[in-house]
C-alpha cells in the first residue's frame, strides 16, 4: 500500500506544477505529506534506498526547480559546505562498507539533505511563497497539536493508528512521564516532535507580526488568529514533554522577539547578556546534575542525562581513532549498553568523523551568520522578524540535537532551513517600514512595534 501512496503523492505533486505552480506542489501535496505522515512508512525501489513517503512528492518539485532556476543559482560558501559533507560521507562509506553501501546512502543523503536544500534555497523566498509556506506550516502544527491531545492524555498516536490502517502498523516514539504520554504525533519520537512544534511557534509569531500590519487579521473567541496558533503550537511542545526542545524553544524566542522589539540594538544587547548568562549557569548547573552515576540517579530524567554525558566519555576513544572521515553508517561502533546515541553531534562525528562535524556545524553556523545579515539590511519590521525567527530557530535547533540523534524531519528541516537562509531578501512592502536602511551597528531605534 505504500507504494500506492507513493505513486499518488508522485503524481499530485505533478498535477500541481502542471495545472498551478511549483509553489503550490511544495505547499499543497509535499508540506502535508512531510508532517504528516509518520516517516515509518516509505517505500523502496529496486536497487535504490528506502525513501519516506514526502520524498515522492518532493522530487518533481525539486527537478523542476532545477530545471526552470537553475540560472538563479547563487554559489555560497554553504554550497561547498553541503559538497564536503556529502561528499565525506560517500568516501566514509566507500572506505568501510563498499561501493553499493556508499551509493545508496549518498542517495539517502540526496533525498533527505540536498533536495530540501534545494527547496530552501529556490522556492520558498520567490514572491509569496514564504508567507504560504510558513502560514500552512503552521495550521498543520496545529491541527497536529489538537490531535495529539489524545496521545498526551490516553497513550494512543491516532497518526499511527488511522495511517495504519491504509499503510501498515508501525512504532512511533512515545514514552509515559509523570503520568502523561510524551506526544509524538505523525514524527519520529517525542523530541523531533517538539522540534518542529517549537519551529511552527516563531512562524506563529512572524505571521502575527504581518496579518496586524494589514490590520485584517481574523479573531476567534476574542483571540488573534496568530495568537491561537501560538498557543497550539507551544501546547504541543509542551506536551512532547521534551526538555532539549523547550530549552532550545526558549532561545529562539528570545532571539526572534528582538525583531518586535522599539529599541531593537538595547533588546540585542539584554538578549546577548541574559543568554551568555544563562547559558554559563545552565552549563555549570548541567554538569552538577549528570556528575554522579545512573545508579545513583534520583529519577529517570536524571538518569537519562547522566547517560547522555557518559556517551561522551565512553564514545572519546572511538572519536580520536575515527578521525578525519569516522566509520561510516554500517561499521559505526557501539560500546556495549550504549546503542542510543542520543546527541547528534557525536553520532555525526562517530559516522562522518571531524569532517563531517566540521561540515555540519559550519552549514548551522552559515544559516545564523546568513539570517543576522538579512536583519540588518532590511527595511521592513516583518523581514527583520522572520530573519531573526530563522536565526532563534537554528540556534534553538542547534541546541537541542545535544539531546537528540538526527532523525526525520529534524534532519530534512535542518537543511531546509539552511537553504533558505541563504535566499533570505527583502519582501514588497505590506507592514511598517524602518526609517533608513538597517546600519552595521544595528540601529531600530525608531520601529514601531
Not at 212 to 218: A, I, L, Q
Not at 265 to 294: D, H, K, N, P
Amino acid at each position: 500500500m505504500t507504494y500506492v501512496a507513493a505513486i499518488l503523492l508522485l503524481f499530485l505533486s505533478i498535477y500541481q506544477i502542471k495545472k498551478r505552480s511549483i509553489a503550490d506542489a511544495a505547499v499543497n501535496v509535499y508540506l502535508p505529506a512531510f508532517l504528516l505522515i509518520p516517516s515509518i512508512y516509505g517505500f523502496r525501489i529496486p536497487h535504490l534506498p528506502g525513501m519516506i513517503l514526502s520524498i515522492a512528492a518532493l522530487i518533481p518539485i525539486v527537478v523542476t526547480l532545477l530545471a526552470r532556476h537553475w540560472r538563479e543559482w547563487k554559489f555560497q560558501r554553504t554550497d561547498l559546505w553541503m559538497a564536503l559533507f556529502f561528499a565525506g560521507l560517500y568516501y566514509t562509506e566507500l572506505s568501510h562498507s563498499g561501493a553499493a553501501n556508499a551509493g545508496l546512502i549518498s542517495i539517502g543523503g540526496l533525498e533527505t539533505g540536498i533536495m530540501p536544500y534545494i527547496l530552501g534555497k529556490l522556492l520558498l523566498e520567490q514572491d509569496g511563497v514564504r508567507e504560504r509556506f510558513a502560514r500552512r506550516y503552521a495550521y498543520i502544527c496545529f491541527f497536529v497539536a489538537i490531535i495529539s491531545v489524545w496521545e498526551f492524555r490516553m497513550g494512543n498516536d491516532l497518526f499511527v493508528r488511522v495511517e495504519g490502517l491504509l499503510l501498515g502498523f508501525g512504532y512511533v516514539g512515545g514514552q509515559i512521564r509523570n503520568g502523561f504520554m510524551r506526544i509524538a504525533g505523525p514524527f519520529t519520537g517525542s523530541i523531533q516532535a517538539g522540534s518542529v512544534f517549537a519551529l511552527a511557534w516563531l512562524f506563529s509569531m512572524w505571521l502575527g507580526v504581518v496579518d496586524k500590519s494589514r490590520g485584517n487579521e481574523p479573531k476567534y473567541l476574542g483571540l488573534r488568529r496568530s495568537t491561537i496558533l501560538s498557543i497550539g503550537s507551544a501546547g504541543g511542545l509542551i506536551m512532547s514533554l521534551s526538555r532539549g526542545p523547550m530549552v532550545g524553544a526558549i532561545l529562539s524566542l528570545m532571539v526572534a522577539r528582538i525583531g518586535k522589539a522599539k529599541n531593537m540594538a538595547r533588546t540585542a544587547v539584554i538578549t546577548i547578556v541574559l543568554i551568555t548568562v544563562g547559558g554559563t549557569f545552565g552549563y555549570f548547573e548541567a554538569q552538577q546534575y549528570t556528575s554522579g552515576t545512573i545508579e545513583t540517579a534520583k529519577s529517570q530524567d536524571q538518569g537519562n542525562a547522566i547517560y547522555r554525558r557518559m556517551l561522551l566519555d565512553q564514545y572519546k576513544p572511538y572519536v580520536e581513532k575515527g578521525g578525519l572521515f569516522g566509520y561510516g553508517v554500517i561499521q559505526r561502533p557501539v560500546v556495549p549498553g550504549m546503542f542510543s546515541i542520543d546527541n547528534a553531534y557525536l553520532n555525526i562525528q562517530l559516522i562522518q568523523g571531524n569532517l563531517g562535524l566540521w561540515m555540519f556545524i559550519l552549514l548551522g553556523g552559515e544559516a545564523v551568520i546568513a539570517g543576522s545579515l538579512a536583519a540588518r539590511r532590511s527595511t521592513e519590521q516583518s523581514d527583520v522578524f522572520f530573519a531573526l525567527c530563522i536565526v532563534g530557530g537554528m540556534a534553538g535547533f542547534l541546541l537541542a540535537l545535544t539531546t537528540v540523534w538526527l532523525g526525520s524531519p529534524m534532519y530534512e528541516l535542518f537543511f531546509l532551513m539552511v537553504g533558505w537562509s541563504q535566499s533570505l531578501r527583502q519582501t514588497e512592502s505590506v507592514g511598517v517600514m524602518l526609517p533608513q536602511p538597517v546600519s552595521a551597528r544595528f540601529s531600530f531605534r525608531r520601529v514601531i512595534a
